[in-house]
């Protein structure tokens, strides 16, 4: 399930609309080609009735190691976090969220590089929602229009139809090699709109579902990145620096306030990322700050006694 939105989402229709399909795509392999296999990730498209481009899809299993096992939401927070895709998509300029109403729903806005002078960026203003059990994930993106995003002259707006992830536990039992682990699913269905060579529009198409395995790459080589586990403030700003490994989270809790109760967030961070340890800073009026050791080769951070907004940063000892 997901949690209540502490901000009314403009856009929660086509939030729910996003993850209804994300769903129905990800559910079997019915109606999927098979394209090929890349180390470990297959890619499948889809053709859909008056579209020229189809649905790519790529899948993958992070099986667990000697060394490694990861849950689902580890795995989620890479697949989700701008900085950790600078590196597992080579096509990825930036992304900002404008505008959060839990810290699993907001309304962004990314860019996509280009080839110049042959190709323009692409640009997208988009919501993402997530919904989660146990045993499964699942992360839907698509696009909308919204006033506080206008087009942009030097970039192209691209219509994302549907862009997300099901990641899901394999257990032992069920899995051919008897490792269990977890299993990924990246699906990818958007309009770039505009001129692109054809050469260039099926590298981009065999490029984009390969991203599943980089995730994994990812994840082995540096661990996870820190992410927020719960919280009953408005996240305002996540941000995650891959080169120094920094992170700041931004959140707001105002409305808990006005309903008497203090701010608290719990943010997760791996040991694996931080091997030397890592240093936490909140500055917010009342902030404590509370360190444990988690059960999943993880640090739980936990952040309490605000009440307006604090700023938790997150950064490797020296």
């Not at 600078?86 to 990825?92: M, S, Y």
């Not at 902030?287 to 988690?294: C, K």
């Amino acid at each position: 399930m997901s949690p209540p939105r502490i901000v009314d989402n403009p856009h929660a229709e086509a939030a729910e609309k996003a993850l209804s399909y994300l769903k129905e795509l990800s559910a079997s392999l019915d109606g999927w080609t098979f394209s090929s296999e890349y180390k470990g990730t297959s890619v499948y498209t889809r053709a859909v009735e008056g579209l020229a481009i189809p649905i790519t899809r790529g899948d993958v299993v992070l099986r667990n190691g000697t060394e490694h096992k990861f849950t689902i939401e580890q795995v989620a927070a890479v697949c989700t976090s701008p900085g950790a895709r600078t590196q597992w998509d080579d096509r990825f300029e930036s992304a900002e969220q404008k505008e959060y109403y839990n810290h699993h729903e907001a309304l962004f806005y990314s860019k996509l590089k280009g080839q110049w002078p042959v190709v323009y960026g692409r640009d997208i203003a988009g919501v993402f929602t997530r919904e989660e059990s146990p045993d499964c994930i699942y992360i839907a993106m698509c696009s909308v229009e919204d006033s506080r995003i206008p087009e942009d002259s030097s970039y192209v707006r691209a219509n994302l139809y549907i862009s997300g992830w099901k990641i899901s536990t394999l257990k032992p039992e069920d899995d051919e090699e008897g490792q269990g682990g977890i299993r990924i699913s990246y699906i990818v269905h958007v309009d770039v709109n505009g001129y692109l060579p054809s050469a260039f529009v099926s590298a981009v198409q065999l490029q984009t579902p390969l991203c599943a395995g980089r995730v994994c790459n990812y994840l082995i080589k540096n661990g996870f990145t820190p992410f927020i586990a719960d919280t009953n403030a408005v996240p305002t700003l996540q941000e995650f620096d891959h080169e120094d490994k920094m992170s700041v989270f931004k959140l707001d809790a105002s409305a808990a306030a006005s309903k008497g109760e203090e701010g608290f967030v719990k943010i997760i961070a791996s040991k694996q990322m931080y091997a030397d340890g890592l240093f936490v800073k909140a500055n917010g009026e009342g902030a404590t700050v509370e360190e444990s050791d988690g059960e999943h080769d993880d640090r739980i951070i936990t952040i309490k006694g605000f009440k307006g907004v604090v700023t938790v940063s997150i950064i490797p000892e020296e």
